[in-house]
């Protein structure tokens, strides 16, 4: 059972334009959501975190947005740029971790492709 | 570079044999975890060691196992390896005991390859 999915496999955008990246969840205690970007040959690395306290975060360029009442997040990317160009990993987790749940569950990934 | 060494990088070897996958946390990161990542598959969490101990564990088979030693490093042995267990194996470290206390910084990766 997945609970953290990510249904588009692939997304691609135009240099310049926004990206529009989701995620949805279904384990109402995630309250820690991340988003990793992954480069070929390289492993996950972190790109912006939001808590359920918050309903937006903002990075520069990034911005991850949570609806919790829909069990969704999102990530824009304004604007993209080529160098984008990545597999995206939403994650989650509990601030819980005084119990079992320290680790993170992620979704399968969106490919992102920023054509120039 | 993230800080945290994955070895081998690539291996390859048959049906029924067993292999060690070694990690070296970033400096002084005290939870190791351990993520599997099957061919368009995401990162299935294995499982998390903090400060030698064992912290959570998820989907990991019982023919694998994992430890943390004393100066942190950790190893994930798996063992009577079938076809499917072909995949990359992810190693991630952090200073606390959850995500939520910082983010993961992964390593590169051990592809296992097994014919």
């Known amino acids: 059972d997945q609970q953290v999915k990510q249904n588009s496999p692939s997304l691609s955008v135009q240099e310049g334009r926004i990206s529009i990246l989701n995620c949805d969840y279904t384990?109402?205690?995630?309250?820690?959501f991340l988003w990793y970007k992954k480069y070929p040959a390289e492993g996950p690395t972190f790109l912006i975190s939001?808590?359920?306290?918050?309903d937006k975060n903002e990075d520069g360029r990034f911005t991850v947005f949570l609806n919790k009442s829909a069990k969704h997040l999102s990530l824009h990317i304004v604007p993209s740029q080529p160098g984008d160009s990545a597999v995206y990993f939403c994650?989650?987790?509990?601030?819980?971790?005084?119990?079992?749940?320290?680790?993170?569950?992620f979704g399968k990934g969106t490919k992102l492709s920023v054509k120039p | 570079d993230s800080g945290v060494t994955q070895t081998p990088k690539h291996l390859i070897t048959a049906t029924g044999q067993r292999v060690t996958l070694r990690c070296s946390p970033r400096?002084?990161?005290?939870?190791v975890y351990w993520y599997q990542q099957s061919l368009d598959q995401g990162l299935q969490f294995l499982i998390q060691?903090?400060?030698?101990?064992?912290?959570a564990k998820g989907n990991i088979l019982e023919r694998f196992s994992a430890q943390q030693f004393p100066d942190l490093h950790s190893e994930l042995n798996l063992s009577s390896l079938e076809l499917g267990d072909s995949a990359l194996y992810f190693c991630?470290?952090?200073?606390?005991?959850?995500?939520?206390?910082?983010?993961?910084?992964f390593g590169e990766g051990s592809r296992l390859t097994v014919l």
């Open positions: 060691y903090y400060n030698g101990e064992e912290r």
């Open positions: 939001i808590s359920s306290i918050k």
């Open positions: 400096s002084g990161d005290l939870s």
């Open positions: 384990n109402s205690m995630f309250d820690y």
């Open positions: 991630a470290s952090s200073i606390g005991q959850g995500a939520s206390t910082g983010e993961l910084f």
């Open positions: 994650a989650a987790s509990t601030m819980n971790y005084g119990g079992s749940q320290g680790n993170l569950i």
